[in-house]
């Protein structure tokens, strides 16, 4: 063999040992990513507990959390696994809620995909939950994201239970029969009162079926934002639409939930829950036109009293007037018109 011939075979093993070692270094992991995010405080062994009697929900209007309304949730409950979802965000609710006392665990399951609402290991602790919220954010991220998959088939499967359920803004828009989506961008009430088909008005139903809420569309930060308007004008496209002959409307004020127990509930917090039903169809409701509906019953609770959802009707400190939308304007049978 020459020298040369040597030289050109020792060039050609160096050139395959880089080509190699090249290749190991921009090879693709052996695990891909994992489609969710998954934090846990506390010991999150499976328990099994006895099943909740009853069926309970906390309607959390938004802003600042309710401290009682979670340590309502976690009683309910027993006790175990607390489970939070959302779609982005972060584990925050881990340490606020696991320093109240009386669970096993809480975990914070961060589900952004259709990929992520079908993985087992986020059905497997979603099942396996004692309690469970879902955190604010954008409604249309569940929406997208969670509707139709086995999350939300897990989801219906703890209500199934009487595993207590919750959810704050939009995880409070997505319990209701009816949904406001928010698919394009969030709508003001000017601007749905205005044209209530306005392009950011989209609407869904069904994505869990729990009875106290049935033809029902819950909204959240209703004092905060001047919500009353949209919410009068979600139910008026859902009964001119023609999904029900008669819809409710359960708004809720910032730093206020709602502990509802086999229908009944009690509100906790600084505000007020608004408790709204149609009468008949909208005199005008049309593109490009301003609503007009007349007459909406309405139910103000404030105070310690109490509303019952099954039967739709108030006892104690709740507050009885009609509101209606009137070529596009809200007035009330209030004092001055107020729709508060």
Partial sequence: MTSFTRVRRLFASACWTGML???LCFAPPAHAEKPYKYFAVGDTTDVVLARPPLPALVLMGGGPDVDDAFKWMIKKGGGGNFVVIRATGTDAYNPYIYAMGGVRSVETIIVPSREAA????VLQRVRGAEALFIAGGDQSDYIRFWKDT???AALQDLANRNIPLGGTSAGLAVLGQFIYSGLNQSVTSADALADPFNKNITLDRDFLALPP?????TDSHLDARDRMGRLVTFLARVVNDGWTSMARGVGIDVETALLVENGQATRVGAGSAYFLQTVGLPQVCAPKTPLTY????VQRLSGTGSFDLNNWAGYGSTVNYSVSAVKGD?????????VY
Avoid at 118 to 121: A, K, L, R
Avoid at 330 to 338: E, P
Wanted: proline share 7%; charged share 5%.
């Fill in 330 to 338: 809200l007035v009330s049978t209030q004092a001055g018109g107020a």
């Fill in 118 to 121: 079908s993985d087992p290991f």
């Fill in 21 to 23: 070692a090249l290749g």
């Fill in 213 to 217: 809420l049935s033809r029902a569309l």
């Fill in 150 to 152: 086995p999350l939300s």
């Fill in 294 to 297: 007349l007459n909406l019953g």
